[in-house]
């Protein structure tokens, strides 16, 4: 027991990031971390091979998330006089965000595109990053670093930002109208 709970407390940070991006609800997020969860408890004594555990527990998330978007009804949009609370400016600002970041993610050379996109938005590993590209780690290491930079250096090419004293971004605003990379 001690040993999967050890499992699960090392992998459930990475597995909640990873169906956050793909639901946006931090709650349904929640609840299929659990789904996850008592999936990987029922049968983690069938697992043979320990080093596969992350792969075997994306594996089980992506298909939790799929019967999610299987599963879901579709509902007619409530009149704005009906909407519960408006969104914080500091959700605004990281909606924004996103939404430039991935149009310039999209822009990258491929071989680093396909690095930060595996790397960083769908919570890879690097080794399996190296696997998925055929190229050794410390080749995927530094793929993902200069695509890092690369998205660095178009952000502040494209963008001012603001920051708090914990240097979390609280409000940007393009340098230009018209920004070549949003």
């Not at 992506?62 to 409530?78: E, G, P, S």
């Not at 909606?95 to 790397?119: F, G, H, I």
């Not at 690369?150 to 494209?158: E, P």
Request: glycine share 2%.
């Amino acid at each position: 027991m001690e040993q999967l709970e050890a499992m699960w407390l090392e992998h459930q940070d990475s597995l909640l990031g990873f169906i956050k991006r793909r639901v946006g609800s931090k709650e349904t997020a929640e609840d299929m971390l659990h789904d996850v969860f008592l999936k990987f408890h029922a049968h983690f004594a069938t697992i043979t091979d320990h080093t596969m555990i992350r792969s075997w527990l994306f594996q089980v998330t992506r298909n939790v998330i799929i019967d999610h978007y299987r599963t879901r009804t579709f509902t007619v949009a409530l009149p704005e006089y009906l909407e519960a609370e408006s969104v914080s400016k500091e959700e605004k600002v990281q909606q924004a965000l996103s939404t430039c970041v991935e149009k310039m993610v999209l822009r990258l050379p491929r071989k680093y595109r396909v690095a930060v996109q595996l790397a960083d938005l769908e919570g890879q590993p690097q080794l399996d990053v190296a696997s998925l590209e055929n190229i050794s780690l410390s080749g995927a290491k530094s793929r993902v670093q200069r695509g890092r930079k690369l998205l660095r250096d178009m952000m502040f090419d494209c963008c001012s930002f603001e920051v708090d004293r914990e240097s979390q971004v609280v409000d940007w605003s393009p340098r230009h109208k018209t920004c070549k990379y949003c």
